[in-house]
């Protein structure tokens, strides 16, 4: 019988299949009519019976019957062997020393788990499957989109080649033209040149023949040869005429990868399961450790931010007018200099994959399509940090020509939104120019301001939600905040550059939960990978670490 239909099938007795019995035995869950009842109470098969109105039906716990001794129910629960056992159980010494309790006990426990199981499976689990699964067309929408525009700059890519390559052919054949040109100049001059001195030849010819015909002896001492002339003519009328030499060196596919282009690697997926149902309620390290050291180009240029373009590659910026891309394994894989020659305040990457930067010197966000350096936003004021948000938008710290600091919303170069003020007036940021910025998963802008000691934190709409201070236990001074990213479960990690050295790992509303201190030096720029791998950028050793703090 479905248990999920058993409203709509015929109850009837288990022993003579009489509709509508009115008992029921709660020890052998079965139904029994009246007749059946009185026999089933004489069954001595089971040692009791329990037989109750059909309407009280499994109102009496099924008590398990015991595996050693068949005739016996079960009515404790060995808490050390965690299994059901019978009172002889216990007199026969076996459990002896063992803490043995009521089995209903031990079953509401279990009870009081299923539920709890139940109602978490049932209000939070499923529900984040069905939110994750009703996101996979956006994303696999999303997916073909990037691809086509991935694909599309391939093409552009191929195009801009295939244009330089046309030119220098085009370049080449015209200087073969050229010399071509020259060449049948002269060889038509000397054509001519060699037909008349033919002619010449021809008419001596002639004249030869008519002296040596006659007796002319005035015509034979007159005569002059030509011999020496035309000798000398035929050696020096011959022209060397050539063509240029073409060579070329053979085709090295690998130098041609690197000169075109190159695709980083997505990161390996390492489960079936998405990264937002595996990294539900996540458990801190108890120790949080560094598990990767990159060593970068310098110890004498200061490091200062870094960007993780994905889990194989990180962009950095130094104290300098490059920005440089690096694998995990430290080795460079490109280098591209600003457009002003400058050095950049703060770099990030879109959702798309491109690097933007921002150039204080030109008042300008400036982002990297297809290994050109583009203006994408021109500011008024001074451009400081930089970060990209879930709906591709630009967060942009700007400090005007009043030295008031703001966040600005960019939609591509229009202005979406202006955040300055709290709901008193008051300014939300301090007047420095160390402003970092960065998006939560919630939505919330969180700044790290250097200058005001604080991470301040409004939400999508630019009310102010909180305002963390913390001092450090053993100095009394406050933190000094500089870099600033949140993470897969919407926690705010931010470092103290100047007093503790540590990174402080604060919750969505803005409530302390530890430090992650592996002896870090100087810590500025932050960023995480899809895993919530944390990179830190040292300013002082030029290295980046690379840190796990969750389990």
């Known amino acids: 019988m479905d248990p999920r239909h058993s409203a709509q099938d015929v109850v009837s007795c288990h022993l003579c299949e009489a509709h509508v019995p009115p008992y029921f035995c709660d020890i052998c869950q079965i139904n029994l009519c009246k007749t059946c009842a009185g026999e089933h109470l004489l069954d001595e098969s089971q040692v009791v019976h329990r037989v109750l109105p059909i309407t009280q039906r499994r109102s ?20 050390q062997c965690d299994i059901p056992i019978c009172v002889h159980c216990v007199s026969s010494g076996e459990h002896l020393g063992h803490r043995a309790v ?34 996979i ?44 040109s ?12 060699i037909n008349d001195t033919m002619s010449d030849i021809t008419k001596n010819i002639a004249d030869l023949k008519k002296i040596l015909d006659s007796n002319d002896v005035y015509r034979n001492s007159e005569y002059k040869s030509n011999i020496a002339k035309f000798k000398t003519q035929s050696t020096t009328s011959k022209r060397n005429v050539s063509l240029p030499i073409f060579t070329f060196q053979m085709i090295n596919t690998d130098e041609l990868f690197k000169k075109f282009g190159s695709l980083l690697a997505p990161s390996k997926m390492e489960s079936i399961i998405p990264a937002e149902i595996s990294a539900l309620d996540r ?42 891309l690096y694998d995990r394994n430290g080795k460079l894989l490109r280098s591209i200099q600003t457009k002003s020659g400058y050095t950049p305040v703060d770099i990030a990457v879109t959702k798309s994959g491109s690097l933007v930067y ?45 030295n008031k600091t703001k966040v600005v919303r960019y939609s591509g170069s229009t202005i979406k939104q202006s955040i300055q003020f709290d709901n008193k007036n008051q300014p939300l940021y301090s007047s420095g ?15 790290a301001d250097w200058g005001g000691c604080a991470v301040v934190v409004v939400n999508l709409d630019g009310n102010f939600r909180f305002r963390y201070n913390c001092f450090t236990s053993t100095t009394n001074k406050p933190f000094k905040p500089y870099g600033i990213v949140t993470d897969s479960q919407s926690c705010i990690l931010v470092g103290d550059s100047r007093v503790s050295f540590c990174i402080q790992i604060l919750d969505k509303d803005g409530q302390f939960i530890r430090n992650i201190d592996c002896g870090l030096l100087h810590p500025m720029g932050l960023c995480v990978d899809s895993r919530d791998n944390l990179f830190v950028a040292e300013d002082r050793t030029g290295k980046i670490k690379k840190i796990q703090y969750y389990t």
């Open 283 to 324: 458990p801190l390290l108890d120790v949080p450790k560094i598990i990767t050291t990159i060593d970068t180009r310098s110890t004498t240029i200061r490091l200062q931010y870094v960007a993780c373009l994905n889990d194989e590659a990180i962009w950095t910026k130094w104290d300098f007018n490059s920005i440089d």
């Open 182 to 193: 020259k060449q049948l100049t002269v060889l038509n001059e000397l054509r001519d040149e």
């Open 358 to 402: 921002t150039d204080v010197f030109r008042h300008t966000v400036n982002i990297e399509r297809r290994s050109q350096i583009e203006d994408l936003i021109r500011i008024s004021g001074k451009p400081l940090s930089i970060c990209s948000t879930s709906s591709e938008d630009l967060l942009v710290m700007v400090k005007d020509w009043t």
């Open 102 to 135: 009521d089995i209903l006990e031990n079953f509401e426990r279990l009870k009081e788990k299923l539920r709890n199981d139940l109602q978490e499976l049932e209000e939070s689990i499923y529900p984040k499957y069905q939110e994750i699964a009703s996101n």
């Open 137 to 180: 067309p956006v994303q696999i929408a999303e997916l073909n989109q990037n691809a086509k525009k991935l694909k599309s700059e391939i093409s552009k890519r191929g195009e801009d080649w295939h244009k330089e390559i046309d030119t220098i052919i085009n370049k080449m054949q015209s200087d073969v033209n050229e010399v071509e």
């Open 60 to 79: 009496t716990p099924n008590y398990p019957k015991c595996s050693k001794h068949v005739t016996k129910h079960c009515e404790l629960h060995c808490e």
């Open 433 to 447: 120019e160390i402003q970092n910025i960065c998006e939560n998963k919630n939505l919330d802008i969180c700044v």
